[in-house]
């Protein structure tokens, strides 16, 4: 397995000094082309900050991010929101589109700043909107559709431009129990489809899906396991 | 080219979307560039009306003085002669006698003041005659008793404006002489009428110099001032070279006992005047400007801190400092064009209803138009590029936290 995504001896301290928090405290991780996992831990316990290390939304303050073997953890600003845009698509637990914008023109953002062409970025946006179930909600505002909905137009957002990982952050946090299962059967089916899926969540119920979990804590790994409950199906 | 195009589609999007919050930010710049434009507008009907008023009272005339303390030379009939034979193409020189007394008509006895000259004394109102004709040159040397007064005077001396070949006694220092009307001239405009308002009625009466000096006692042989009447572009150098004609005629050159004077001298003294009180105008309304410029730039801080959020998730899907400047500086120029646009048709608007109303000219100079539309842009590109980099150089972790 190719090695896609690699942490060395990372650190995260915030308020340098006597009240410092060491949200990360000398992490190492490496994900392979391909993955499907989850990242579990409790509040606090370091998983968010990670995350957004792995995302490129943030630096840290010690230690490498290698992504595709090349160091992007000290890129400036421009460059992260390139690599950003080229190689992760994010599923916020807060679904975070742009509420004056259509479904369809949510989708089409991330393509806009790549400067995909319209023709080209209309098709693109239309497919993912039905890979995820709503080709018939492209014109609709977020306010106009349920969590659900909105979610999975975040989703089609992620995957609009095929990067080649799959964040997401507590992408269920905010759902009831069937719009997490529609998105959790998406969310494996693009693993499936041969995507590398990360996922952070607290809620042992949704790690239990994925096929390697690691658990954090007090910013530590405590252990990284291959699922033996896993079940490759959808 | 395709993203630039993408990014002021996504500007246009939100000022449409904002429609509140666009036609507050608008409201500044509008008003700002309303007030430049009706301002100078304002301004220059003003110059124009009060020049053009005065230039109506007076004619265009100037005036050479000998100074009595200086020198015990005098003017007399040759220098105007002389005058005329070296400048030609000035419309006279008259000599520039004055009394006053009463004048008593058919109906009434008013008081007046005398003016004795010379036929081209006719130029020093521009209100023309319009009733029978000025005094002539074989008038003045014969000392005829005639005179020449205004339509208002007549009506005021006989009731009638009719008044051709009716005589008038008029009585200066205690001695009466009765003269014949010739000519009339036309109304006084509102200038003279609200200079004059409040004043006791008093009759304008313009008589050739002989006769007002045989019946009055005044000399007519030699005068203290000379008045010069030329076409305004000429009058200055015209009466430089008339003074320079009697200086050489009275071996004063070079000494201060002659002075000239010009209504081109007055009229400069006027345009600074005038010009000052544009000046303090236009500064009143940039300041207004710069007011409706920081109004914009508050709009643009609270808009950026409103949309954080926004620009977080644009920052995290791939969004590049640039491109969000190049947003926020499009939302900014844009919305401040569209005011200078509304703010120079509200302007032209008000300087035609405030113009019309006082009876100005309506004078719209392409330069404060255009002045004030490129200082707008200029605005809404200085005050937005501050929270568009402000927005666009946050970290994305930061603005989506919030």
Known sequence: MKKLVEIKDVCKIYNPGENEVRALNHVSLTIGEGEFVAIIGQSGSGKSTLMNMLGCLDTPTSGKYFLHGQDVSHMTDDEQSDIRNREIGFIFQGFNLIPSLTA??????????RGVGKKERDRLASAA????????????KPNE???GQQQRVAIARAIAQAPPILLADEPTGNLDTASTKEIITIIKRLYHEGRTVIIITHD???ASQAKRII???????????????????I | MGKITEYLKSAIKQIIGNGYRTIMTMLGIVIGIAAVIAVVSLGNGMSAYVKNSLNDLAGNYGIISINTAKTAERFTRDDMEKIEEVLPNIKGVSPNLS???????RKKTVSTSINGGSPALEYSYSNGIVKGS?????????GSRVCVMLLDDAKELFGTEDAIGFDVDITVWGKTSTYTIVGLRDHMNDMYQFLMAGQDYSAQIEVPYTALGADYDIGTENFEQLVLFDEQDTLAESVERAKDVVANAHNLRGSSALTAQSMADFSDQLDQILGYASKFLILVSVISLIVGGIGVMNIMLVSVTERTREIGIRKSIGASTGAIMTQFLAEAAILTFLGGIVGIILGILAAYVICSAIGFDVIITPTSVVGAAVFS???????????????????????LRL
Do not use: C, W
């Open chain 1, 104 to 113: 369809l023109e949510n989708v089409e953002l991330p393509l806009i700043y």
């Open chain 1, 129 to 140: 909107l039905k890979s995820v179930g709503l080709a018939k909600r492209m014109t609709h």
């Open chain 1, 145 to 147: 559709m349920s969590g």
């Open chain 1, 204 to 206: 042992p119920g949704i």
């Open chain 1, 215 to 233: 658990t954090i804590s007090d910013g530590m790994i405590k252990s990284d396991i291959i699922n033996p409950e896993y079940k490759d199906e």
């Open chain 2, 99 to 105: 009394a006053y007394g009463n004048v008593k008509g």
């Open chain 2, 134 to 142: 000025y005094f002539t040159q074989q008038q003045v040397d014969s």
């Open chain 2, 377 to 399: 842009v200029m605005i809404g590109l200085f005050f937005g590029i501050y929270p568009a980099r402000k927005a666009a150089t946050m970290k994305p972790i930061d603005a």
